[in-house]
T-cell receptor, first 114, second 110 residues
C-alpha cells in the first residue's frame, strides 16, 4: 500500500539531547514537509523540500534541521537549541507544484522532552 | 506565519443534525483542502477544491471554493458519532506551501 510512515509513534528525550524523527513515503512524491502541532493549535510549517538535495525553512525552523538525500526520505532532527520541543510532529508529501497538489500526511510522532 | 481564520472553533451538535464551518483569508488561494484529524493521528484529506465557485461532495460532506477565492465552506449532513474530530482547512497561495486553519472541533451528542 502506498503511504507515508513516521517512526517512532512516541519518542522521549532528555533535555539537551538531539533526536531524529523518521519520515518515509512510497508515493513517488517530489515534495515533502514537516509540521509541528501543539495542543489545540493548527499546523505550523518547520521545513519543506521541493526536490532531492534541496530544502527551505518554514515559519518555525529555528532549532530544527533536515536532510533530503533520497526522494523517499525526509528526516527531521530536533536539536538541543529548540527551546520547547515537546509537540506532535507531522510529515506530509505532495506531488509537487502542479495544479493538483494535495498534501497527504503520515500518522505523526509525539515527542516528549523529560 | 500566516494562519487562516476558521470558525467556529468548536461545536456540539445532536446526531442527525447538519454542520457548517468555514475558513476565511486575506489572501487569494488557488487551492483549498479540507482535512479531518482524530486524536493522536495525522490529518486525513476529505475534499480538494481547485477553482473559484467549485462545489464538491464526498458522501455526506460538501465543500465549496468561495467566489472571491478568499474563503471556503464545509458542510456535513446528517451527522453521526464518528464525525467527531477536528476539521482543518488549508489554502495554497502559491506553488508548494499550504497555510492551515486553527481547526473546528466537532462533538456529536448521540
Amino acid at each position: 500500500d502506498g503511504g507515508i510512515t513516521q517512526s517512532p509513534k512516541y519518542l522521549f528525550r532528555k533535555e539537551g539531547q538531539n533526536v531524529t524523527l523518521s519520515c518515509e513515503q512510497n508515493l513517488n512524491h517530489d515534495a515533502m514537509y514537516w509540521y509541528r502541532q501543539d495542543p489545540g493549535q493548527g499546523l505550523r510549517l518547520i521545513y519543506y523540500s521541493q526536490i532531492v538535495n534541496d530544502f527551505q525553512k518554514g515559519d518555525i525552523a529555528e532549532g530544527y534541521s533536515v536532510s533530503r538525500e533520497k526522494k523517499e526520505s525526509f528526516p527531521l532532527t530536533v536539536t538541543s537549541a529548540q527551546k520547547n520541543p515537546t509537540a506532535f510532529y507531522l510529515c506530509a508529501s505532495s506531488m509537487g507544484s502542479g495544479r493538483y497538489n494535495e498534501q497527504f500526511f503520515g500518522p505523526g510522532t509525539r515527542l516528549t522532552v523529560l | 506565519g500566516q494562519q487562516l481564520n476558521q470558525s467556529p472553533q468548536s461545536m456540539f451538535i445532536q446526531e442527525g443534525e447538519d454542520v457548517s464551518m468555514n475558513c476565511t483569508s486575506s489572501s487569494i488561494f488557488n487551492t483549498w483542502l479540507w482535512y479531518k484529524q482524530d486524536p493522536g493521528e495525522g490529518p486525513v484529506l476529505l475534499i480538494a477544491l481547485y477553482k473559484a465557485g467549485e462545489l464538491t461532495s464526498n458522501g455526506r460532506l460538501t465543500a465549496q471554493f468561495g467566489i472571491t477565492r478568499k474563503d471556503s465552506f464545509l458542510n456535513i449532513s446528517a451527522s453521526i458519532p464518528s464525525d467527531v474530530g477536528i476539521y482543518f482547512c488549508a489554502g495554497r497561495p502559491g506553488t508548494y506551501k499550504y497555510i492551515f486553519g486553527t481547526g473546528t472541533r466537532l462533538k456529536v451528542l448521540a
